[in-house]
């Protein structure tokens, strides 16, 4: 069974910087994707960046450029920097585990980014 911690979020004024991080406890062998997703009030869940364990990233259009995300010690963490927040990224931010047999959630960390 894998559990993830995720730590950071909180509330910043627009044009600032906040980093998450998500670890994941257990083992995790073969292919997955690590990253995270995010959930504004009446939306729906979106992808926002993701690594894959071959090293291959990819982001939302809307965060390219802005936010980076990093593993960090080996495959268990995973880090999202993100630079020059905007309002309109305001979320719940989620990190998820998809592996060869089992897909992982985080309990969700909130982002608000408003002056």
């Known amino acids: 069974q894998v559990h993830l911690a995720e730590s950071g979020g909180g509330l910043v004024q627009p044009g600032g910087s906040l980093r998450l991080s998500c670890a994941a406890s257990?083992?995790?062998?073969?292919?997955?994707?690590m990253g995270w997703y995010r959930q504004a009030p009446g939306k729906q869940r979106t992808l926002v960046a993701h690594?894959?364990?071959?090293?291959?990233?990819e982001y939302a259009d809307s965060v390219k450029g802005r936010f980076t995300i990093s593993r960090d010690n080996g495959p268990n963490t995973v880090r999202l920097q993100m630079n020059d927040l905007k309002p309109e990224d305001t979320a719940v931010y989620y990190c998820?585990?998809?592996?060869?047999?089992?897909?992982?959630w985080g309990q969700g960390a909130q982002v608000t980014v408003s002056s």
């Open positions: 998820s585990l998809q592996t060869m047999t089992s897909d992982y």
């Open positions: 257990g083992s995790i062998t073969g292919i997955y994707i």
């Open positions: 690594i894959i364990s071959t090293g291959t990233k």
